[in-house]
């Protein structure tokens, strides 16, 4: 959206934002010549104007999979504020020492990895294990884009890492599964793992309705409720911005106002938006 509106619920002080993607600009640094998509270039400038708007402090810029291995874009964007910005990378299998130290003296603290399906990039699970167990002496986490019908099949996998883990978009259990689906009950379970984070983000990306009204995707609150109960200490929030390849473009001030529905005790609030992002990301 062009012209989010300004949130009426106010972010609490030292508020983070864990998942943004900067895009371009194109003329400076490139797309993979191999992508499934060609967004619109889309600024550090521009997010840090939406994220006066919105009250938020710091930020966790996350590769966009249009750059590819080439993470310059996302390393300039965290260098306007190395102070409190971070990053979560992607890399391959067989990333160089160099490279990884490199990385993290520029604020990365993570990688990713698309297990879903459409995109057709899933990884060697043994290959991840063995990169894991390189990535914990740097304190770093795994995160984790997957399809909600492999949340239980990877489990194990998950479970068995040396590493925290993070699945991002809630899970992408879509709201029309029910409460009682088997994916939403894997992904309780994966939170419930002291290992396990998820991010309420995207909840546009699940929700079973299109924008309306002044609270958007409504239908998406009993499963945030579920997922802060089941772990208070260990749920992400995240804009999503500037939410790639999804059915319509939400309005981000809108989103903001989402949260106060998550939750009727402003100390999960406190935990979801500043303790548990400062936690995981604010490492040296």
């Known amino acids: 959206m062009l012209n989010p509106s300004r949130p009426t619920f106010q972010l609490p002080k030292g508020a983070w934002d864990t998942h943004v993607h900067v895009y371009g600009p194109a003329a400076r640094f490139p797309f993979a010549h191999v992508r499934t998509y060609t967004p619109d270039d889309a600024s550090a400038e521009t997010l840090q104007a939406l994220h006066r708007l919105l009250g938020v402090e710091h930020v966790v810029f996350v590769q966009a999979t249009v750059h590819g291995f080439d993470n310059s874009a996302m390393l300039d964007a965290i260098a306007r504020n190395a102070e409190k ?166 309005n981000d001030g809108k989103l903001v106002d989402l949260l106060p529905h998550y939750t009727d005790d402003p100390a999960v609030l406190q935990r979801l938006l500043v303790d548990n992002p400062r936690r995981l990301y604010a490492t040296a």
Do not use: C
């Open 85 to 250: 910005n971070r990053g979560i990378a992607l890399v391959p299998l067989d990333v160089s020492t160099a490279e990884l130290e490199k990385l993290h003296a520029g604020g990365v603290r993570g990688v990713r990895f698309n297990f879903a399906r459409h995109l057709g990039q899933v990884p060697d699970s043994g290959a991840l294990s063995r990169l894991a167990e390189r990535l914990a002496p740097l304190g770093w986490h795994l995160q984790f884009y997957m399809d909600s019908a492999d949340l239980a099949v990877h489990r194990p996998f998950l479970e068995n890492l040396p590493v925290p883990f993070v699945i991002d978009h809630f899970g992408r259990v879509m709201v029309e599964q029910g409460q009682d689906s088997p994916a939403l009950e894997a992904l309780l379970a994966l939170v419930k793992n002291e290992h396990g984070w998820v991010k309420i983000s995207g909840p546009e990306r699940i929700s079973a309705t299109l924008s309306t009204g002044d609270v958007p995707y409504v239908d998406v609150v009993p499963t945030a409720r579920r997922l802060l109960e089941a772990a208070p200490h260990r749920v992400l929030w995240g804009s999503d911005w500037p939410h790639p390849n999804v059915r319509e473009i939400p």
